[in-house]
């Protein structure tokens, strides 16, 4: 992999990266936790052009955030498994010690060309935008100007003379299922709050007592 190589090590004390140069060097940085701290990391690594720089991170949910954002900008991106990192140190342990976590995640990412990671961001726009579709579905209102309700209802509501809250009625059940494929197809979108609005029978048979 030519150009610049990165570490990025979520430690549970501080964010820790280490740059592998294009000439051999090491360079190693610190980030403290706060609210800004993704802002941050994402203004340091501006200096390395994106297309000639590779990213490596243990999955974690804030290095998915981060990821997300670097794919978008064009940066190469690899997500690995701590699982995947030890599995492999222990079948290829280093001639001489790494030192620490990230020289090791270098060395996977050089020696073993993890796939690239794909940034969940079209999929998460397409799922807001359903959400805003269910949203104006359920709020719609006979008493509303038709200009102001949703292209599809209109469709309905003059192909079968129905009013806008009958309308939305029969759509909304379609609406809830494309979200819950695209749900099942992208479960990485999945929070507690969704799985409970769109999954309500998969936490009923979570918590019903086996007999």
């Known amino acids: 992999m030519k150009g610049f190589n990165i570490a990025i090590y979520f430690d549970p004390d501080l964010i820790k990266a280490c740059v592998h140069g294009p000439d ?13 701290v993704i802002e941050e990391i994402y203004q340091w690594l501006e200096q390395y052009e ?34 995947q990192l030890l599995s492999w140190f222990a079948v290829e342990p280093p001639a001489t010690p790494d030192g620490t976590p990230m020289r090791a995640m270098l060395r996977f990412l050089e020696n073993e060309h993890p796939r690239e990671y794909e940034s969940r961001t079209p999929q998460t726009e397409a799922l807001m935008e359903m959400f805003d579709e269910l949203d104006a579905l359920e709020m719609a209102d006979d008493a509303e100007d038709e200009d102001n309700q949703p292209d599809g209802l209109l469709r309905v509501m003059k192909k079968h003379k129905l009013s806008a809250t009958e309308a939305a009625k029969l759509l909304i059940p379609d609406v809830n299922e494309r979200i819950r494929e695209h749900l099942m197809q992208y479960p990485e979108l999945m929070t507690p709050e ?16 086996k007999h």
């Open 194 to 209: 969704i799985l409970q609005d769109f999954f309500p029978e998969l936490l009923e048979a979570l918590e019903r007592p």
């Open 50 to 83: 994106s297309n000639r720089t590779h990213i490596c991170l243990i999955e974690n949910e804030t290095a998915e955030l981060l990821a997300d954002e670097l794919v978008d900008s064009g940066y190469h991106v690899h997500q690995i498994t701590m699982h």
């Open 24 to 36: 051999g060097s090491y360079q190693n940085k610190k980030f403290e936790y706060d609210d800004g």
